[in-house]
């Protein structure tokens, strides 16, 4: 991969010249990046990490090209597949990513590309990007509202037989595709998917008085299938360890496959014991022991007492908003912890961003404690606009919650509501379709960073605007 930076050509120059123009919202991202180079450097240095000859070899896609397709990726909430078709398509798209007439990559590229960055970048270019903010004068950081969502993973709803059917069904894909490149094949191996299929599917087609009768002897035929299926995977993946005598490409994805056999084993086997403890045992997992996937293994069931989704599979993301839309903060949480916890590093962080503690701190009645209040006051926060959770308020509680101030404080705080909703509608963040723990943040930080860079674009606009009237 050589990251080459891109070349004008001279039909790329006359369609500047004919006023060929980007839509004002990525005009003004476009010049907004153009004026603060420094974010391009943590990408670059991404995209060249672990390269032993980075100025060699082919051209690939250049840091301001991975930024600004990224961004425009979650802006318009295209997967990998329209992206590429809309910048190969467009002379605006290919300007703004910096494409100009050079050939546009396939869809893949550009995951490739993607999945080469860091949510530790990802962070740093959002709190360049603020920073650059408040040097513009765009935001001054005297209100802040927080609250908590949580953004699903990519899986299916977990159930013990659907899990033991992926299983299944996984290892079986797998000592196939193993067979295939082995001359002489992996030997014994009984494929045991239907058997497996029709057990998963009686068991969802049980009724409740049904499942209480036959449940648990279906369920041991479904573990004894899973049992076998794993024993000789296991087996299969020792007697390839000595193959001997095929060309390198070949041994690598043999060594591959015999890496994903091991592990996808060692997943069935913690769902056979959950499956085994739960059902047969009757006892009760805990939370933290259980898994909700094979294949997003890091997935957190997540409870927030909504009537309409009492449970939740993905993780909680912590987001903190100026009073300019701006997402100052965000952090993807481990677990389900209490939303009282966030208060005082949230203060911590807005005063290292903005040298001082907001003057109004708003947030919903599950950030409320004594001492979360105590730690505002102390902070130097003028309105601490955290409705009292349970409890007889005090005459003073009272008062206050019914003030005019903190009224007002609490319609600031609606409006990151509204942020999450344009968050999940908007810019793709309700379900995240990628891979792994680290992938994930990425994304959640992509999702972030679209959208501050369309608020400062807003404002960008608003002020040259007014400063046109002005001098008109």
């Known amino acids: 991969m050589r990251a080459t930076q891109a070349q004008v050509s001279f039909a790329d120059l006359e369609f500047i010249k004919q006023g060929v123009q980007l839509e004002p919202t990525l005009r003004a991202i476009a010049e907004f990046l153009d004026q603060h180079g420094a974010i391009i450097h943590r990408i670059r240095r991404d995209l060249l990490r672990g390269l032993k000859k980075p100025r060699t070899g082919r051209a690939g896609l250049t840091a301001p090209q991975v930024l600004r397709s990224m961004i425009l990726m979650r802006v318009k909430n295209w997967d990998y597949r329209e992206l590429r078709e809309r910048i190969a398509d467009g002379y605006t798209l290919r300007h703004f990513t910096e494409f100009h007439s050079q050939r546009v990559p396939k869809h893949d590229a550009f995951n490739r590309a993607f999945n080469r960055l860091t949510p530790d970048t990802l962070q740093a270019v959002n709190d360049a990007v603020i920073h650059a903010a408040v040097s513009l004068g765009l935001e001054d950081g005297t209100k802040l509202r927080v609250d908590t969502t949580v953004v699903e993973t990519d899986i299916h709803h977990p159930t013990d037989n659907t899990l033991l059917w992926d299983s299944v069904r996984v290892l079986t894909r797998l000592v196939r595709k193993l067979d295939a490149l082995l001359p002489a094949g992996v030997g014994p191996f009984t494929n045991r998917t239907r058997s497996a299929r029709r057990r998963m599917q009686e068991i969802q087609r049980m009724t409740a008085r049904e499942r209480r009768r036959q449940q648990v002897r279906t369920y041991r035929a479904l573990i004894r299938v899973t049992e076998q299926v794993v024993t000789e995977a296991r087996a299969v993946a020792e007697r390839t360890a000595r193959v001997q005598g095929l060309d390198l ?84 949480l481990s677990g389900n912890p209490a939303d009282q916890v966030h208060v005082k590093p949230s203060l911590d962080r807005h005063k290292a961003l ?65 942020r999450i909703s344009v968050l999940f509608r908007g810019r793709g963040m309700k379900r995240a379709l990628v891979e792994g723990r680290e992938h994930f943040e990425l994304f959640v930080g992509a999702a972030v960073l679209a959208n501050n860079l369309m608020v400062i674009a807003g404002l960008l606009r608003h002020t040259a605007d007014r400063r046109r009237r002005q001098a008109a």
């Open 249 to 332: 490409l070949t041994q690598v994805a043999i060594d591959a496959l015999r890496g994903d056999i091991a592990r996808h084993c060692e997943l069935a086997t913690r769902v056979i014991s959950q499956t085994s403890r739960r059902v047969l045992q009757g006892e009760q997992v805990p939370t933290e022991e259980k898994l909700y996937s094979i294949f997003e293994t890091h997935t957190d069931l997540i409870k927030r007492g909504k009537v309409l989704k009492p449970v939740e599979f993905g993780h909680k993301v912590f987001l903190a908003e100026s009073g300019r839309g701006l997402i100052t903060q965000y952090r993807v």
């Open 354 to 418: 903005f040298d001082s503690a907001p003057d109004m701190y708003s947030s919903d009645r599950g950030f409320f404690n004594e001492d979360n209040i105590q730690t505002c006051e102390t902070a130097g926060v003028t309105l601490t606009c955290i409705p009292q959770s349970g409890g007889k308020r005090s005459g003073e509680r009272e008062a206050l919650e019914k003030s005019p101030a903190f009224k007002r404080g609490q319609r600031f705080r609606a409006g990151i509501e509204g």
